[in-house]
């Protein structure tokens, strides 16, 4: 599970700066401000949470049981950064119902880093 989350990680993060690079240069005659604003908001959140997979192969490493919310960050980053950025260049408005189930693992997750950390002793 550490390997795959040390992927998963190193994944997204590459594919945000390359998504991020492709808003900025190669989306920015075809998107609005708004639509702009929310493919960035998806690129950093991804970016954000790709290190957060990181961390958490890290924690596994020590022996910090957290696989649970490396899991639940993955699909934090498909359902939260994905839905964004799908709204974006499509400007399909009920996608955005999708973004907030993202953003729901993304909290269980950090709270499941905390309660875990929190116990662990170093």
Known sequence: MIKVFLLAGSIFCMLSVALG??????????????????????SEYQMSHGLALIAVALLLKWGIKVGLAGWLFIAGIVLFSGSLYLLAVTGIKWLGAITPIGGVCFIVAWVILIVKISKHSF
Request: net charge positive; aromatic share 14%.
């Open 21 to 42: 690079a492709f808003a900025a240069h190669g989306l920015k005659k075809h998107l609005d401000e708004y639509a702009l604003a929310i493919f960035k908001t998806a």
